[in-house]
Every structure is written in structure tokens, then in C-alpha cells.
């Protein structure tokens, strides 16, 4: 059965204010799941919802820029906090990346419990779909990864949760945002806990700025060689900052440098994915800028993994 993008919003403007009789707050990254639902819920609940989005210090280059643009061009209600400083002391020390999972999940609820209370909500609407919730596992199903925003949450939340997405899957949703007019539609995917997850070990602002540019560098490498026609667009591409030191050469100077390795998938829902075939000369490019551009790196790998056995991100 064909998936009816249009239907789908007219019944989820219906439902919404049937699980929000009063007032809401929606947990917005900027992202496709979580604009789209953004989108979604401010048609059903108008000024009732407030949209928030947290600058965790572990955003993308600009990200926090481009959202407030992309929510005030779309009418939403919201409001911007800047907690970077709260993120990075909650994960100093830790390594497990499901650690890191669970504290960014509870960070992310207590500042959303904190700006319900003065707004008056009960609600929180959050940007879920399926492989979230598949991924997270539950009674019948093998935890692959805490999703933060599923097994991540704590159980004793203030507010209740809405889920208007969560039997969905990412080409539903990009059928469901182009529906709404959402210019991110085809924005590549980029996970809640931002780039603490593509920092393998602890997370410091110091990793987070490496990665931030390195990630920089591979979206405009494969952006402009897709322009181009030299290559498909993947699915999500971006860089990842490995914990291991490796040998290489500064002039006549012996030294070690730090490790990115470039990821690049293609995929349908996210489900399973494969490796991007990307083309030598783009690696290249990649290889070079990231060794020229950030400080301290001097090696640049590529992940040839599918998923399964491998999952798309590293943690």
C-alpha cells in the first residue's frame, strides 16, 4: 500500500490535540524527524506549542544559525537555549557510548521539563520514527543502541510524551515534510546526540570543534562532486574523530596526530544501508583539506562497512 503523505497530516492535525488538550513543548534539533513534527504539531496546537531548541555545543557548523531561520520562515513558535556548557560538564569522564546516550537523553529532559513549567505545558512532543524505537529494542526486540530519545528517557518524566511519527520511516517522513512545505526535507540525516556520538571516548569542546569542521569539510567535498554529477548523493556522509594517535611527518619532525575516519552511506530508511562507492579523486580532496584544515590531524580513513553487521554511526 502506497504510504499517503497528505492523509497522513490531515489525521495527525486531527489526533494531535485529541493527546494535547492543553499545552505542548517539542524538542526541535533542526533535524527532518523533528522539524517535520515541529511542523506537524504547530498546525494542530497553533500557539499552544512551543518549539525548543537546544544548542548543545555538539551541533553541526551553523546548525544553530540555520535553524532559528528555518523555524521563523515556517511560523513556529520557538525559542533557543544555548546549553553547551551544561552538555559538556554532564559528559566529562565518560567513554560507553550508551553512557553517553542516557546522560544526553536525561540533559535534554530536565531543560525541556524546565522550559514546560513556565510555558505551561504538559506535553512534549518529540521527533521519533521507527527505527528509533526498533533500534532501542523493548519486550520483544535485542537492543541494538539507546536512541536518546527513546530508552534514553528517564522514566520518572514531568511531561507526556507525543510521538506523532514513530510508525514511521525516513522516506515516509520526507514525504510527509515535502508534503508540509519543510525546505530540510531532503537534509541528510544527523542524530540527536549530536556529535557526541561521532567522537569515539569522551567528548570534550576541544574533539566536539575537530569533528564540527572535519564533518564541515566531507558535506562540501561530496555536496560539490554531487553537483557536479561526479557521484550520487549518499544517504548521510560525515566525519568521525577516532580516539588513537598515529605517527606522521611535519617537515623534518617526527609526530603524532589524531585520526578522522570519513563515513558515507547509501540507504532507503536507514534500516540497512551500504557503503558510498565515493569516487578516489573526491577522497582525495577530502583527505587533503581535512589534513590541511584541522589542527592536529595527520590521517584520514574510510569506513567500508554495511550495515549490518556495522550500524551508520560509530556509537
Not at 182 to 188: F, G, K, P, S, T
Not at 208 to 217: F, K, P, Q
Request: proline fraction near 6%.
Amino acid at each position: 500500500m502506497t504510504f499517503d503523505a497528505k492523509a497522513f497530516i490531515v489525521e495527525q492535525v486531527e489526533a494531535i490535540p485529541k493527546q494535547v488538550p492543553g499545552k505542548a513543548i517539542i524538542a526541535c534539533s533542526g533535524g527532518v524527524d523533528s522539524t517535520t513534527a515541529a511542523v506537524l504539531a504547530s498546525r494542530a496546537l497553533g500557539d499552544r506549542l512551543l518549539a525548543v531548541y537546544v544548542d548543545t555545543g555538539l551541533m553541526r557548523k551553523h546548525e544553530t544559525e540555520d535553524v532559528a531561520r528555518t523555524l521563523k520562515d515556517l511560523k513556529v513558535n520557538h525559542r533557543i537555549l544555548r546549553a553547551a556548557d551544561e552538555f559538556f560538564a554532564a559528559l566529562r569522564g565518560i567513554v560507553d557510548p550508551e553512557k553517553k546516550r542516557v546522560i544526553i537523553g536525561n540533559k535534554f529532559v530536565e531543560l525541556f521539563e524546565r522550559e514546560a513549567k513556565p510555558f505551561g505545558a504538559d506535553h512534549l512532543v518529540q521527533g521519533t520514527i521507527a527505527p528509533d524505537w526498533i533500534e532501542s529494542g523493548g519486550q520483544l526486540r535485542d537492543r541494538i543502541k539507546t536512541h536518546h530519545n527513546v530508552a534514553g528517557l528517564p522514566p520518572n518524566m514531568k511531561v507526556k510524551l507525543v510521538e506523532p511519527l514513530r510508525d514511521l520511516y525516513k522516506d515516509e517522513v520526507r514525504a510527509v515534510a515535502r508534503a508540509l512545505g519543510v525546505r530540510v526535507a531532503e537534509r541528510q540525516p544527523f542524530p540527536g546526540p549530536g556529535l557526541a556520538v561521532r567522537i569515539v571516548g569522551e567528548v570534550t569542546p576541544d574533539k566536539a570543534a575537530l569533528v564540527r569542521d572535519a564533518s564541515a569539510i566531507v558535506e562540501e567535498e561530496i555536496e560539490a562532486a554531487a553537483k557536479d554529477k561526479r557521484l550520487a548523493l549518499p544517504w548521510q556522509y560525515f566525519a568521525v574523530l577516532l580516539p588513537i594517535q598515529t605517527v606522521g611527518v611535519h617537515g623534518d619532525l617526527r609526530v603524532y596526530g589524531q585520526t578522522i575516519a570519513v563515513r558515507a552511506v547509501d540507504s532507503i530508511d536507514g534500516m540497512t544501508a551500504v557503503y558510498s562507492k565515493i569516487p578516489h579523486e573526491v577522497l582525495d580532496r577530502i583527505s587533503t583539506r581535512i589534513t590541511n584544515e584541522v589542527p592536529g590531524i595527520n590521517r584520514v580513513v574510510y569506513d567500508a562497512s554495511n550495515k549490518p553487521p556495522a550500524t551508520i554511526e560509530w556509537e
